[in-house]
């Protein structure tokens, strides 16, 4: 496991691009951007089924990846999901759920989708 090339790094990278851009940038998707740089920390990673299914750990294999059907059972649940007993615990336990009414959308913008944030990958990086 030593050999395998994060993807957080080219991740984050993309996601801290946006936010520059961005004057203010509305708390729910703060929320979602912390949340996605949460999910695709080396720590976190290396706890997932990532880290088995994809050795390389390449970044465009964690998009794949965390936009499949098995790495989307790895996401927390939203807090409109649960009651407060229980994001309270997923708070102070240092969790980071992703927000309610913001679509996480692979590589490009879908119209339909409403409010959003778009992951996107960079090899190169």
Do not use: H
Not at 21 to 43: H, N, T, V
């Amino acid at each position: 496991m030593k050999n395998i090339k994060w993807p957080s790094c080219g991740l984050i990278l993309i996601i801290l691009f946006a936010l520059s851009c961005a004057k203010e940038l509305p708390s729910d998707l703060a929320q979602a951007s912390d949340f996605m740089g949460y999910i695709s920390a080396r720590r976190q990673l290396s706890n997932s089924l990532f880290s088995v299914g994809f050795p390389d750990g390449r970044p465009s294999e964690f998009v794949s990846f965390i936009f499949s059907s098995m790495g989307r059972a790895e996401w927390p649940p939203t807090e409109a999901d649960i009651d407060e007993n229980e994001a309270a615990g997923y708070k102070a336990v240092g969790l980071k759920m992703p927000p309610a009414g913001i679509a996480f959308i692979a590589l490009s913008p879908d119209k339909r989708a409403g409010r959003q944030l778009v992951v996107r990958y960079d090899d190169s990086r």
